[in-house]
């Protein structure tokens, strides 16, 4: 799970003067259940309406074959599990602001298997403060 990976390197990310915020889509219950699950010390945000994901268009409408294979093999209901009422989903994305909120580092893409590593994120937070 990334915010697991992400949450290790929380310290170092803390001590460079950054911290680490997580955006779900998820009702806020689904996130906390989630967050306490996994023991994930980082601030995860519910965008509940998903007005963010839209904004950054970061979302995407599930496919019909998906839709089956979400419901059917997993028993997920997308509609009731996020607070949207639809069946979409986020498109996995990393970004590291400076102070400003200036994106300086980020990664984005539909394939949920391809993440910025952590350790990029390390890097890019201490590129960031090595501008000071």
Do not use: C
């Not at 306490?36 to 979302?59: F, G, Q």
């Not at 639809?86 to 300086?104: C, F, H, N, S």
């Amino acid at each position: 799970m990334e915010l697991a990976a992400l949450a290790k390197e929380l310290p170092v990310i803390r001590s460079l003067g950054a911290d680490l915020v997580a955006i779900s889509p998820e009702l806020p219950d689904n996130t906390l259940t989630m967050a306490e699950k996994h023991a994930i010390p980082i601030d995860i945000l519910s965008d509940a309406t998903s007005e963010v994901l839209k904004k950054y268009r970061l979302w995407f409408a599930v496919p019909a074959e998906v839709k089956a294979l979400y419901l059917e093999k997993f028993g997920i209901n997308l509609e009731k599990y996020n607070g949207a009422g639809r069946w979409e989903l986020p498109v996995p994305a990393t970004y590291v602001l400076d102070k400003d909120g200036i994106v300086r580092a980020g990664q984005a893409d539909p394939d949920y298997t391809i993440r910025m590593e952590p350790a990029e994120v390390v890097a890019a937070v201490r590129e960031i403060g090595n501008r000071r």
